[in-house]
C-alpha cells in the first residue's frame, strides 16, 4: 500500500495564488469533515453493485456523494457532472443523483452577486439592464445565470461569476495536482499514461473556467468557425454582448429550449438521434478539421430549441490542437475509414514514438487486435474501451500528447451523453458516415482553392529561402567548415551488437592467453620448493581457457540465432 502524502508533497510557498500551507491545510480539514458528515468515508462502505435489494441504500448514498459534492463546490462539482454520465462506471442511482448537479446547484446570495456585477459593469443593475431577474434560471458550480432584457427590448442571459470561486478553484487546483504529483511518484504506470500531463492540462482548463474573457473569446472563435462549415445554421450558438462583458461576467443572447439535462429527467420519449447527429458531426469537424472544439459536452451544456435544432452555451472549456497534431488526427480517421491498420499504426507512432525499435512490430500487431476488437463492427465504446487503449500505450511506454487525451476526454465526455439520452445511437458507425461527410465538406472547390493557395504560398516562402540556404553549404564547403552530426548507435540493437563482439573479443583474448600460459606452465620443469606445482597451475589455466573459449562460442551462436 502506498504511504500517504507528506506536508512537504502538499505544499509549495512559491504559488500564492493558490493560498498558503495554512488555507490548503483547512481546506483538506474541511473535505474531510464534509466526506464524514455525508457518511462518504471509509470509502468501502459505498455500494456499486446493481444488488436489487440494496437499490435504497444507493439512492441515499448518491444523494450524501451529491450534497457532498456541491457543498465542497467548484472542480468538485465538475467532476460529479461528468460521473453523472458514466451509466457504463456507476449504477443508474448513482448516475440519477449526480445528475441532480446539473441544474439544482444552490445558488448565489443574491446581494452578493449584485455587488459583483456592479463592480464588473461599473454602475447598478438596473442601469445597465431594463429589467434583471434575480433569480436565476441555472445555477452551476462555477457561475448562475440571470435572464435580462436590454434597453432595445433583447433578450440576454447574464452569467455571472459565483462569488469567490475564483481563488476557491485556484486552491482546489492546487491541491489535486500536489496528490497527482505523489501518485505519479510511486506509481509506474501512471507515469507511463502522462497523469501529470494529463491533470496540469485539465486544471489549467479549469482555471481558465474562471476567467469569463477567456470564454468569450472561445465562443468568438466557435461561432466564426461555425460559420465557415459547410452546414452554419445547423448547430446554434449565442451571439455575445461584448461591451457588456468581462472577467466575472458574461452577457450573451438568451436562447430558449431545454436543456438534454431537463429533458433526461422529465424522462420525455422525445427522439434525440436528429439533434446528437448535428452536434457529433460538429464535434467531428472542430478536432479534425478546425483544431478548436467544445470540450464539456454534458448535457446541461446542450439545448435543443423548438424548432429541434441543438445549440451549445458553456464555453469555459474548449480544447485546442496544434496543425502538426491535427495532421495526424486527420490521418487517424481517414485510415479509421478505410479499415487501415497499418496506417493507423503509422499516425500513432508519428505522434507518440516507441521508445525501443525492437517493440514495433508487436505494437503495430497489437494495435490491428485492438481496432478489430474494440472498434469494429457492431463495438460500442465505453470505459473499457479507454482502459484498453490505455493498456496498449502503457505496455509499449508511449506517451500520447496531453492535447490529444484531453480531446479523447471530450469525446468520452460526449459519448457518457449519448450513451445516457439516446442508448440506441451507434457512435461508431455514425462516425464513419460522418466523417465521410465531412472530408466531402473538405473537397469543396471553395475549400480546395484556399487549401492551394495556402500551399502555394508555403512553398513561395519556402523557394525564397532556398538559394539562402544552398549559398550558406556552399560557403561551408569552400571554407572547409562544413560539419555533419551523426548519433551513433541510437538504436538499442546496434548498442547489443557492439557490446556482443566486444564480449566476445574479450573472452577470446583471455582464453587464448590462459591457453599459452597453461601449455608454457606444463612445459615447465616441476619446482618441488614452489607453493603450487607448475602442472597444478597448468591445469587451472588449461581449464580456465577452456571455460573462456566455450562461452565466446555459445555467445557467438546465441547472437546468430537471435539474427
Given at each position: 500500500m502506498p504511504n500517504p502524502p507528506r506536508l512537504s508533497d502538499l505544499s509549495n510557498p512559491e504559488d500564492a495564488d493558490a493560498g498558503s500551507l495554512r488555507s490548503r491545510g483547512r481546506r483538506f480539514t474541511e473535505l474531510l469533515s464534509i466526506a464524514r458528515r455525508h457518511r462518504l468515508v471509509p470509502f468501502r462502505r459505498l455500494d456499486f453493485s446493481h444488488d436489487p435489494a440494496t437499490s435504497d441504500l444507493r439512492r441515499d448514498q448518491a444523494e450524501h456523494l451529491r450534497r457532498a459534492l456541491e457543498e465542497a463546490g467548484g472542480g468538485f462539482v465538475k467532476m460529479g457532472q461528468l460521473l453523472s454520465t458514466r451509466d457504463d462506471l456507476l449504477p443508474e442511482e448513482w448516475t440519477e443523483g449526480l445528475a441532480h448537479l446539473q441544474r439544482s446547484v444552490t445558488p448565489a446570495p443574491a446581494d452578493e452577486v449584485a455587488a459583483l456585477l456592479e463592480r464588473e459593469l461599473g454602475a447598478p443593475v438596473q442601469e445597465v439592464f431594463a429589467a434583471f431577474d434575480p433569480v436565476p434560471v441555472a445555477a452551476a458550480s462555477i457561475a448562475q445565470v440571470h435572464r435580462a432584457r436590454l434597453a432595445d427590448g433583447t433578450s440576454v442571459a447574464v452569467k455571472v461569476q459565483r462569488p469567490g470561486i475564483d481563488a476557491a478553484v485556484r486552491r482546489d487546483v492546487d491541491i489535486a495536482l500536489r496528490v497527482v504529483r505523489f501518485m505519479a511518484r510511486w506509481s509506474v504506470e501512471a507515469r507511463q499514461v502522462g497523469v501529470q500531463e494529463v491533470a496540469a492540462q485539465y486544471a489549467d482548463d479549469l482555471v481558465r473556467q474562471v476567467d469569463f474573457v477567456s470564454e468569450l473569446r472561445n465562443l468568438t472563435a466557435l461561432r466564426a468557425a461555425q460559420q465557415r462549415s459547410a452546414r452554419p445554421d445547423e448547430v446554434r450558438y449565442p451571439v455575445p454582448y461584448p461591451d457588456l462583458s468581462g472577467r466575472r461576467v458574461l452577457v450573451m443572447e438568451f436562447l430558449?429550449?431545454?436543456?438534454?439535462?431537463?429533458?433526461?429527467?422529465?424522462?420525455?420519449?422525445?427522439?434525440?438521434?436528429?439533434?446528437?447527429?448535428?452536434?457529433?458531426?460538429?464535434?467531428?469537424?472542430?478536432?479534425?478539421?478546425?483544431?478548436?472544439?467544445?470540450?464539456?459536452?454534458?448535457?446541461?451544456?446542450?439545448?435543443?430549441?423548438?424548432?429541434?435544432?441543438?445549440?451549445?452555451?458553456?464555453?469555459?472549456?474548449?480544447?485546442?490542437?496544434?496543425?502538426?497534431?491535427?495532421?495526424?488526427?486527420?490521418?487517424?480517421?481517414?485510415?479509421?475509414?478505410?479499415?487501415?491498420?497499418?496506417?493507423?499504426?503509422?499516425?500513432?507512432?508519428?505522434?507518440?514514438?516507441?521508445?525501443?525499435?525492437?517493440?514495433?512490430?508487436?505494437?503495430?500487431?497489437?494495435?490491428?487486435?485492438?481496432?478489430?476488437?474494440?472498434?469494429?463492427?457492431?463495438?460500442?465504446?465505453?470505459?473499457?474501451?479507454?482502459?484498453?487503449?490505455?493498456?496498449?500505450?502503457?505496455?509499449?511506454?508511449?506517451?500520447?500528447?496531453?492535447?490529444?487525451?484531453?480531446?479523447?476526454?471530450?469525446?468520452?465526455?460526449?459519448?457518457?451523453?449519448?450513451?445516457?439520452?439516446?442508448?440506441?445511437?451507434?457512435?461508431?458507425?455514425?462516425?464513419?458516415?460522418?466523417?465521410?461527410?465531412?472530408?466531402?465538406?473538405?473537397?469543396?472547390?471553395?475549400?480546395?482553392?484556399?487549401?492551394?493557395?495556402?500551399?502555394?504560398?508555403?512553398?513561395?516562402?519556402?523557394?525564397?529561402?532556398?538559394?539562402?540556404?544552398?549559398?550558406?553549404?556552399?560557403?561551408?564547403?569552400?571554407?572547409?567548415?562544413?560539419?555533419?552530426?551523426?548519433?551513433?548507435?541510437?538504436?538499442?540493437?546496434?548498442?547489443?551488437?557492439?557490446?556482443?563482439?566486444?564480449?566476445?573479443?574479450?573472452?577470446?583474448?583471455?582464453?587464448?592467453?590462459?591457453?599459452?600460459?597453461?601449455?608454457?606452465?606444463?612445459?615447465?620443469?616441476?619446482?618441488?620448493?614452489?607453493?603450487?606445482?607448475?602442472?597444478?597451475?597448468g591445469a587451472v589455466l588449461g581449464g580456465t581457457a577452456v571455460v573462456l573459449l566455450g562461452w565466446a562460442a555459445i555467445d557467438a551462436a546465441r547472437a546468430r540465432k537471435r539474427e
Open positions: 430558449e429550449g431545454d436543456t438534454l439535462s431537463a429533458i433526461r429527467a422529465a424522462r420525455s420519449t422525445r427522439d434525440l438521434d436528429e439533434p446528437m447527429r448535428a452536434i457529433l458531426r460538429a464535434f467531428l469537424r472542430q478536432v479534425v478539421f478546425d483544431g478548436l472544439y467544445h470540450a464539456d459536452l454534458h448535457p446541461g451544456n446542450v439545448l435543443v430549441l423548438p424548432d429541434g435544432r441543438p445549440a451549445l452555451i458553456d464555453f469555459g472549456s474548449v480544447g485546442r490542437l496544434d496543425p502538426s497534431l491535427r495532421e495526424t488526427v486527420q490521418e487517424l480517421v481517414a485510415a479509421y475509414i478505410q479499415d487501415d491498420t497499418s496506417r493507423i499504426a503509422d499516425a500513432v507512432l508519428r505522434m507518440a514514438p516507441v521508445r525501443d525499435a525492437q517493440d514495433e512490430p508487436d505494437f503495430r500487431r497489437a494495435i490491428a487486435r485492438f481496432v478489430a476488437d474494440e472498434l469494429g463492427p457492431g463495438a460500442r465504446i465505453g470505459v473499457e474501451t479507454v482502459d484498453d487503449a490505455v493498456e496498449v500505450f502503457g505496455r509499449y511506454r508511449l506517451k500520447p500528447p496531453p492535447d490529444f487525451v484531453a480531446a479523447a476526454r471530450a469525446l468520452a465526455i460526449f459519448e457518457g451523453t449519448l450513451r445516457t439520452l439516446a442508448p440506441s445511437f451507434d457512435l461508431l458507425e455514425e462516425s464513419r458516415g460522418l466523417a465521410r461527410e465531412q472530408i466531402r465538406d473538405q473537397l469543396r472547390p471553395g475549400k480546395l482553392r484556399d487549401v492551394a493557395v495556402r500551399e502555394l504560398f508555403g512553398a513561395v516562402t519556402a523557394a525564397r529561402r532556398l538559394p539562402r540556404r544552398v549559398d550558406r553549404i556552399g560557403e561551408a564547403i569552400e571554407s572547409g567548415k562544413l560539419s555533419v552530426n551523426i548519433r551513433l548507435f541510437s538504436d538499442r540493437r546496434d548498442r547489443q551488437t557492439l557490446n556482443g563482439v566486444i564480449r566476445r573479443v574479450l573472452l577470446v583474448l583471455l582464453g587464448a592467453g590462459a591457453g599459452i600460459l597453461s601449455i608454457v606452465y606444463l612445459a615447465l620443469p616441476a619446482r618441488p620448493t614452489a607453493v603450487i606445482s607448475t602442472g597444478v597451475a
